[in-house]
């Protein structure tokens, strides 16, 4: 009886050793099969890589998240699109103009008169014909933003203009030129600051769709007349323009403009401002608003665009 328990046991121990080489080498083939022959190593599924659209927006530096830097070190062209979501890019929205150029390390407008057949000739010509020159020049009303916003912050850019189009439109005037947007709302609601054509310092406040001029002071010499003398800003020289905008006590906005006129680090504070909330229209933008660059009837280069969060 002893003998018969003892030879089942064994029967029994054989089985189970039997069953468990034969789940190991089983595993062991199912493994295998996965991560391949002879090897050792895990991978993880890595990230889907970026897509096109993506890895063409490598041009732009960023520096933490208080802080922007457009060098324009990659080549690329932005079409303008009708709404800031729609923007083929990371950082900026071509609000107006049709095209950003960057090349070479320099960003720019469109140069020139655009082909008629071009299909932002013809939409410009149904859209906008007198600013415009029938279409031709949609430069002539170039409006770039950022797609961040910022609150209180340094922004910074230099200028060079290639050719000023004396445009018979109406739009033409003296208020034209090379300017920086602060705390921008939407096209209605904004601050901008910069150089007029007429050779002004300028800061500005457009509170639901008006204007108010905060700022002016006059820097370049010369005489503005639309027809003699149309454009008092020196062409194919950088030229630089830095705004500062801080919320300060009792809920005021403060903006400086500074210029360094001949594009070698020399800036000087040319105006300063306080928005009280009183004088300018009504209250004062005081909430977060994207930055950016608005140019007048030129041809115009841009370089160095720097944007820096004051705490």
Not at 27 to 48: A, C, D, H, V, W
Request: charged share 25%; glycine share 8%.
């Amino acid at each position: 009886m002893k003998l018969k328990l003892l030879a089942s046991l064994v029967i029994i121990f054989i089985a189970l050793m039997l069953t468990k080489d034969n789940l190991k080498s089983c595993f062991r083939s199912k493994f295998s099969k996965q991560i391949g022959q002879g090897t050792t190593k895990i991978t993880l599924l890595e990230k889907p890589k970026n897509n096109d659209r993506q890895q063409n927006n490598t041009h732009q530096k960023t520096k933490g998240a208080g802080s922007f830097v457009e060098t324009f070190s990659k080549d690329f062209i932005l079409e303008e699109t009708g709404s800031i979501l729609e923007s083929q890019n990371d950082n900026w929205w071509v609000n107006s103009g049709a095209f950003l150029y960057s090349e070479h390390g320099i960003g720019r407008t469109i140069f020139g008169a655009l082909d008629k057949n071009n299909k932002w000739r013809l939409d410009y010509k149904n859209y906008n014909a007198d600013e415009t020159d029938n279409g031709y020049h949609p430069q002539n009303i170039f409006r770039l933003i950022t797609k961040s916003k910022w609150k209180n912050f340094t922004q910074s850019a230099y200028f060079r203009m290639k050719k000023y189009h004396l445009s018979s439109s109406k739009h033409r005037f003296e208020s034209n030129g090379i300017l920086l947007f602060n705390r921008y709302l939407d096209g209605n609601n904004l601050y901008y600051t910069g150089l007029r054509v007429d050779g002004a310092a300028v800061i500005k406040k457009k509170y639901k769709g008006k204007y108010y001029l905060m700022g002016y002071k006059k820097i370049l010499k010369g005489k503005y007349d639309r027809q003699k003398n149309p454009n008092l800003i020196p062409t194919n020289q950088w030229i630089g323009i830095k705004s500062k905008v801080a919320t300060i006590s009792n809920n005021k906005t403060e903006i400086k403009l500074a210029i360094d006129i001949k594009g070698n680090g020399n800036w000087q504070e040319i105006l300063r401002v306080i928005d009280d909330g009183k004088k300018f229209g009504g209250p004062t933008i005081s909430q977060n608003g994207h930055a950016g660059i608005r140019t007048d009837f030129m041809d115009v280069q841009f370089d160095n665009y720097k944007i820096e969060e004051r705490r």
